[in-house]
């Protein structure tokens, strides 16, 4: 594991991901007499389409716990102020971050909070021309910079501390009263072209874009910063205004004030630059709801050729936990993942040290809004084949007892705390990584991190396991250059990933059995486009639950002819037991 900051950075190129099934609780009641074909489930979420249906109280804070040099105070208005006073050295770091980005964008404003990042230090009321602006940055002796991410868009400038109020003043100007000046707008598109052609000269953006497409689905925008060029390059001052009447808020945002300064005299200096801001008047994310991410509703591989690729590279992604949905699963994550980073890890030996990857990588991406897991690997080009498959076996072993010690247990424990110990080093550099946790989860997070990790278990890091990673769907992604399709073994190395899994699953109710009905339709999209394949259903009941096999039979084949599968590609096997569900696929003839 490493430093925060330097994490962030990393997860952001690799991710996981979840997928489970629901179906309609009175599908096979007694008295059914004929299942209907059904379309495939549209969602996890108990009908609960947006994050807002279900936002949790251990999100929402009064004052929160700091550590002591953190003061914190929350204006008229709601803006949360927050100062960080560290007087080693006479610099001072003024952020304002807000909970804009991808999360908030539809494909018609994928990019704009992007774009709006850029245009922000661009000309203001005050400051009315980009000559201005600059000059007065220049007067400052101010440094600038702003990013933009899945769920946060952050502002810092930094200064010689004898500067820091003006340098409030000056950030109240640019939050409150940009001018969005259409020639401004068509320069900056120069410099956001410059950055996609940085990525699109990158194989692995390729490998990285079209996996989180299957990944997100309908809602991928919702989780690329960077957006669209084509509508970034359409945008208009009339948008970046609408996009401001939306997020940008004091309720919205915080401003934190980091190094050499007193406390009281921020408090003051925010009060009078950023009093008078105008808080929303209404509730932002009520009247802009998040939709919620749909499962990925079958597994996916793919191979993507690319003339510029040098080196294959191999990424395996799942949906993963929620702040919102489930914030215990975040840290048991973060300290397995810390666990498989170890050189002396299992995960390490097995694939790097015995010459099948040259480098491999898993890692979570903590969100608030369905994180993604990711494994990242580049295999040795003379072993590609049994690489994969390899790293395949290696994955169904995570959960295993003994697949990590208890040293290395407290040792990830002890990497993930020295780290965030470490991120206090710097008050530069610890505002942003603040930010990002206030942004992903709340203030509470990044000071209760240390006892959170402590308090990991092993059965926690199972859990977490078998609830976001096993039999859970998931997408794989190989990214080669062209001349070496042919060395690949497609049947066995991609496509057999999921062709021979079996579902084997044990429920705590004959109700809960019916339940998995609506997964069957996954294996049967798998069945049309794999047609040496047939589809094996084991349903095990209690004697006066006979019906049950026979109502899976007939929910096949009403459902089989949806996707013009053959009845004879499929089989159910009724017998008495369970209850439990096994599905199966095979080779034909097998």
């Known amino acids: 594991m490493m430093s925060r900051d330097r994490l962030v950075l990393l997860r952001v190129w690799v991710a996981i991901g979840l997928i489970g099934v ?135 400038f930094t200064m010689p501390s004898d500067r820091w109020r003006e340098g409030i003043e000056f950030m109240a100007n640019a939050i409150q009263f940009p001018l969005f000046d259409s020639l401004e707008m068509k320069k900056e598109n120069v410099v956001v072209a410059g950055e996609f052609q940085r990525l699109e000269s990158n194989p692995f953006w390729y490998l990285y874009f079209r996996r989180n497409k299957y990944l997100w689905q309908d809602l991928v925008t919702r989780k690329n910063a960077i957006g669209n060029y084509d509508v970034i390059l359409n945008a208009t001052p009339e948008i970046m205004r609408e996009i401001q009447r ?38 932002i994310f009520e009247k802009y709801p998040i939709p919620r991410f749909k499962p990925v509703p079958h597994n996916v591989t793919f191979i993507e050729k690319r003339e510029i690729a040098r080196m294959p590279m191999f990424m395996k992604a799942w949906q993963g936990p929620g702040t919102t949905e489930d914030i215990e699963a975040t840290y048991a994550a973060d300290v397995f993942f810390a666990i498989l980073s170890q050189k002396t890890s299992r995960f390490q030996k097995n694939l790097v040290d015995s010459g099948y990857f040259l480098q491999v990588s898993a890692s979570y991406l903590t969100s608030r809004f369905t994180g993604p897991i990711s494994i990242y690997a580049i295999p040795n080009p003379q072993r590609i084949n049994e690489g994969i498959i390899k790293l395949r076996e290696e994955v169904a072993q995570w959960a295993n007892p003994d697949y990590f010690t208890d040293d290395q247990l407290e040792r990830a424990k002890k990497i993930l705390i020295n780290d965030w110990k470490y991120s206090f080093e710097r008050a530069s550099q610890l505002i942003h990584t603040f930010t990002f946790w206030w942004a992903v989860a709340n203030p509470e997070y990044f000071t209760t991190y240390p006892d959170k990790i402590n308090a990991v278990t092993r059965e926690d890091i199972k859990q977490f396991i078998t609830k976001y990673i096993f039999g859970n769907n998931w997408v794989a992604g190989l990214l080669i250059p062209p001349q070496m399709e042919a060395i690949i073994d497609t049947i066995n190395v991609i496509r057999d990933t999921y062709y021979d899994y079996q579902y084997s699953w044990t429920p705590e109710s004959v109700e809960d059995t019916i339940k998995h009905a609506n997964a069957i339709r996954d294996w049967l999209f798998l069945l049309k486009i794999n047609p040496d394949r047939r589809l094996i259903v084991t349903v095990s009941h209690p004697e006066q639950f006979a019906e049950i096999g026979k109502a899976y039979e007939l929910f096949l084949r009403n459902n089989s002819k949806l996707f013009g599968v053959e009845e004879s590609r499929w089989q159910v096997i009724s017998k008495q037991g369970g209850p439990k569900l096994s599905v199966k696929l095979q080779k034909l003839g097998s």
């Open 22 to 156: 629901v179906v309609s609780c009175g599908l096979f009641k007694k008295s059914q007499t004929k299942v209907e074909p059904t379309k495939m489930p549209d969602t996890l979420w108990n009908k609960k389409q947006y994050y807002y249906d279900m936002f949790p109280e251990h999100l929402v804070y009064d004052v929160p716990k700091l550590p002591e040099n953190f003061h914190f105070k929350r204006l008229s208005n709601g803006l949360e102020v927050v100062v960080i006073e560290d007087h080693s050295v006479p610099l001072v770091t003024v952020e304002i971050a807000v909970h804009n980005g991808a999360f908030t964008e539809d494909s018609s404003l994928d990019g704009l909070s992007h774009l709006y990042e850029h245009m922000f230090f661009k000309a203001n009321k005050k400051y009315r021309s980009q000559e201005e602006f600059m000059d007065r940055v220049k007067e400052l002796g101010i440094i600038f910079n702003g990013t933009t991410s899945d769920e946060r868009v952050n502002y810092f």
């Open 246 to 283: 939306r997020y940008y808020y004091p309720n919205n945002s915080i401003l934190v004030v980091a190094g050499d300064v007193n406390p009281d005299s921020v408090f003051k200096a925010a009060e009078e630059y950023l009093g008078s801001w105008q808080p929303s008047n209404f509730d």
